[in-house]
């Protein structure tokens, strides 16, 4: 078995490894990573255009880049090491965990490489590639596969057929899991991303039973996300986050002024979670943003949206003026969840607080950030900025009300004494955040550099 690391493995986001075992190479998403926006960033930087047909783009405030600019600054994975390599003509499957951009947002730049070559995934991140795509323009010619959680599938090689498990999974969005790909040198596990939430608001609790059985048998490589190693502070079930929900909008429920709530686009459990408590205000609960019309949309498309009916979605920008006219004269009519919870430029509430829309925040508005900031500068300084305004104008805000997607190390710890993987491999961080998830397999025995491994990218790994 032999493991190439492709991106995600000096920073957070750019996810993809492939794995070659004879003359078969199997690919694990395909990610974005935008500098400065890091660690599941919402589509708000995020704008798939068509106006270049045939071609996908992203905008990052108001600069437009072709794939070759993206690849420049590192945006998308180097999966040429491939080339160099000698795999990219054998590359059997793709499989994608879920529908975060930092692990399928590359998929358009990326796919016209390995032709006729089938992608697997679950309807809501199938789905979410398939708008993607009409976004850009784009069709897609490689064949699709649709793959339910906890279903097992087979994927033909060279040398035979090889067993493939999707595993149910929790995160911050639905539909995830992790992959199990079953080979003749033992089970490759691909654990991204990781968090063991046994009280979820929606869907059921990861599948430990399935867990457990394939560490009966023999794993021989877990690649593992590392991104809150170096803390044994749970992050929390999204039960607690609905509890802190419930908690924010009473305090503000009976006010005469407005209610802006923000929070993670893809982040369907919880917009389930802030619909079913902001109901109970008895105003009209808004949706305005493209990305939150994009993932409610698909969300719906696949029948995992059940507070379809509580929502109006409001995307053009005529039409977001509209409203937000008249929430300006009716302020206490309305519950308005929108984009902008890292004050991204050009997001529904950057564009509010810079003053560039009907609607004016005032003293006694209050805004709800069901979300954390992301710790890079980027964002730090962007929303120390936003807050500094909407401070001044009297604007109520409550922060973190929220509780993240990453599992700390003893969520790491559970997995590895479910799987007993023979290796280990931190992925999905810097250096700095995956070196803590050594130390914790060092309490299991593994040894750095034998059965312990600290990989970058476009390294390959030897797995004897």
Known sequence: MEICTIGGYEEVGKNMTAVKVDEDVFIFDMGLHIPGIVELQEEDLVDYTPKLKGKATIRGGTHTHTEARLREFGAIPDDRVLDKLGWSEKVRAIFIS????????????????????????????????????????????????????????????????????????????????????????????????????????????????????????????????????????KPGSETIARHLVEDAIGKVRHSKNAIFITTFSSHIERLNSIVEV?????????????????????AIAVKQCPFKNNVKLVKFRKQINSFLA?????????????????????????????????????????????????????????????????????????????????????????????????????????????TPLIEVASEFGYKFGETSHLASNGKLLKLD
């Open 98 to 233: 879920h529908a975060h951009l930092d692990h399928v947002g590359a998929v358009h730049y990326l796919l016209k490489r390995y032709p006729n070559v089938p992608v697997f995934a679950t309807p809501f991140t199938m789905k979410f590639l398939e708008v993607m795509a009409e976004d850009d323009g784009i069709k897609f010619t490689n064949p699709t596969r649709v793959v339910q959680p906890d279903s097992t599938h087979t994927v033909k090689g060279t040398s035979g057929s090889y067993k493939v498990d999707f595993i149910h999974t929790t995160h911050s969005t639905i539909d995830c899991v992790f992959i199990a790909l079953h080979t003749k040198e033992g089970i490759f596990f691909y654990a991204l991303d990781l968090k063991f939430d046994n009280h979820p608001t929606m869907g059921k609790p990861p599948n430990y039973k399935k867990f457990k059985d394939l560490g009966r048998k023999k794993v021989k490589v877990l690649v593992m996300d590392s991104l809150y190693s170096y803390t044994e502070t």
């Open 278 to 298: 902001a109901k109970q205000t008895g105003r009209e609960i808004i949706f305005l943003g493209r990305s939150l019309n994009k993932y409610v949309n698909v």
């Open 326 to 434: 008249r929430i300006e004269k009716n302020r206490d009519k309305y519950l308005v969840v929108c984009t902008g919870h890292q004050a991204e430029e050009n997001s529904m509430l950057d564009r509010i607080t810079r003053g560039d829309t009907p609607f004016k925040f005032k003293e006694g508005d209050n805004v709800i950030f069901s979300s954390s900031i992301i710790p890079v500068p980027i964002n730090i300084a962007a929303r120390a900025k936003m807050d500094s305004k909407l401070k001044r104008v009297g604007v109520r805000i409550q922060n973190d009300v929220h509780v993240h997607g990453h599992g700390s190390r003893e969520d790491m710890r559970d997995m590895m004494r479910m799987l007993r993987p023979e290796h280990v491999i931190p992925a999905h961080g810097t250096l700095q955040q995956e």
